[in-house]
Antibody, heavy 119, light 110 residues
């Protein structure tokens, strides 16, 4: 079973920053595109950002453009999400997801890390 | 606000067939693959259907997907109590240049 493990969540005040990490030691990390998806408490899934296997292509949903930055380090089998200027509406569980075919087949999901933005 | 619209709820008795619709546009469902995800209570989502109608290994054939034009459907036949949870459709949107999830449908087994 492929393991995907997120970390870095926690409580932060509005306007603050957090950096989420995702470790995926069990597959050929550098061969896959990766994505961040979040889910606010009691709400549906929201796609946030995509990064291609070699980091040459990145996409963001409008609500996080200019505030969040996705990156990866293939040598460390790690994915990151730098989140700045956080708002209350960013409160959610954040999932790291493997994109099996680079077109949206999200086959492995982490268990998520909770980010709470509150004063 | 999602660009993929699903009914908020669906229900059935054990053994029944339940169908969930997903309505989009020419920018997403009409021109890209549709995916379906199942999220059981307290768990992370998992894929149920990929590329419109393909089942990942391990997904029972009780689950099936179809697509026509700018709409897609997920059918669950032989409904079981362990199918209770939330179901989401998803697709790439060429206009938004991003992936979009549907609004989600909560399935209840009566």
């Amino acid at each position: 079973e492929v393991q995907v493990v997120e970390s870095g969540g926690g409580w932060v005040q509005p306007g603050g920053s957090l950096r989420l990490s995702c470790a995926a030691p069990d597959f050929t990390f550098s061969s896959y595109s990766l994505t961040w998806v979040r889910q606010a408490p009691g709400k549906g899934l929201e796609w946030l950002s995509y990064i291609s296997s070699s980091s040459t292509t990145r996409y963001y949903t409008n609500s996080v453009k200019g505030r969040f930055t996705i990156s990866r380090d293939n040598a460390k089998n790690s994915l990151y999400l730098q989140m700045n200027s956080l708002r209350a509406e960013d409160t959610a569980v954040y999932y790291c997801v493997r994109d099996r075919d680079s077109s949206g087949y999200y086959d492995y999901w982490g268990q998520g890390t909770l980010v709470t933005v509150s004063s | 606000q999602s660009v993929l619209t699903q009914p908020p709820s669906a229900s059935g008795t054990p053994g029944q067939r339940v169908t969930i619709s997903c309505s989009g546009s020419s920018f997403n469902i009409g021109s890209n693959y549709v995916y379906w995800y199942q999220q059981l209570p307290g768990a992370a989502p998992k894929p149920l259907i990929y590329r419109d109608d393909q089942r990942p290994s391990g997904v029972p054939d009780r689950f099936s997907g179809s697509k026509s034009g700018t709409s897609a459907s997920l059918a669950i036949s032989g409904l079981r109590s362990e199918d209770e949870g939330d179901y989401y459709c998803a697709a790439w949107d060429d206009s938004l240049r991003g992936y979009v999830f549907g609004t989600g449908t909560k399935v209840t087994v009566l």
